[in-house]
């Protein structure tokens, strides 16, 4: 177990909606990283927060929105859905701190999207 | 551009032999890169990371990664290869160079391990 939280592991929905996927990262944690697995794109990078700031962006759609809250949750909006997002969300925790220091992720479990 | 290519889609090996999974990356900048393994139905878990100082750098599991930035090079390497490390490895670079702060993935390694 690695401390990182997501909620729900499973969710079903139709084209054209609104999902809210939510992450908890390990105690004391202050970054916050999402991420999608899909078959054909592969696992991609989609957005860093830091303590509740952006800090770095990947390869986010427009369509996709995250926010990190003061408890440091943080929670991924996909709107608008498509066939194509239907993926595995993963969201990740560290230590960093605001020097740069890259410290060794954790990952969550996952949210598997169907969108049908 | 920066990416990440990780050749082999599968890398067979033997129960007890050396095992090597390769990567090459391509950024602007010193990068900071790292292995990742994926067990089915799992999360990614961090395997070794290599940002500054030694080129071998040594991480969990019995695991190991030589930095050679020359070659643009971070295969990942096992002594002794155990049935369990059976799984899909990821080589992963943080384009610190660019200031974008990316991370960008390889297209994974499935490492097969035969008894």
């Known amino acids: 177990d690695s401390g990182v939280t997501q909620t729900p592991k499973h969710l079903i929905t139709a084209t054209g909606q609104r999902v809210t996927l939510r992450c908890s990262p390990r105690?004391?944690?202050?970054?916050v990283y999402w991420y999608q697995q899909s078959l054909d794109q592969g696992l991609q990078f989609l957005i860093q927060?830091?303590?509740?700031?952006?800090?770095a962006k990947g390869n986010i759609l427009e369509r996709f929105s995250a926010q990190q809250f003061p408890d440091l949750h943080s929670e991924l909006n996909l709107s608008s859905l498509e066939l194509g997002d239907s993926a595995l969300y993963f969201c990740?925790?560290?230590?960093?701190?605001?020097?740069?220091?890259?410290?060794?992720?954790?990952f969550g479990p996952g949210t598997r999207l169907l969108v049908l | 551009a920066q990416s990440v290519a990780q050749p082999e889609d599968q890398v067979n090996v033997a129960e007890g032999n050396p095992l090597t999974v390769k990567c090459t990356y391509s950024?602007?900048?010193?990068?900071?890169l790292f292995w990742y393994v994926q067990y089915p139905n799992r999360g990614l878990q961090f395997l070794l990371k290599?940002?500054?100082?030694?080129?071998l750098v040594k991480g969990s599991y019995g695991f190991e990664a030589e930095f050679n930035k020359s070659q643009t090079s971070f295969h990942l390497k096992k002594p002794s290869a155990l049935v369990s490390d059976s799984a899909l490895y990821f080589c992963?670079?943080?384009?610190?160079?660019?200031?974008?702060?990316?991370?960008?993935f390889g297209t994974g390694t499935r490492l097969k391990v035969l008894a």
């Open positions: 290599y940002i500054t100082g030694d080129n």
């Open positions: 927060y830091y303590n509740g700031e952006e800090r």
């Open positions: 950024v602007s900048g010193n990068p900071y």
């Open positions: 992963a670079v943080r384009d610190v160079g660019s200031g974008t702060y990316k991370y960008i």
């Open positions: 990740a925790s560290s230590a960093d701190d605001n020097s740069g220091r890259q410290e060794t992720q954790y």
């Open positions: 105690s004391g944690d202050l970054s």
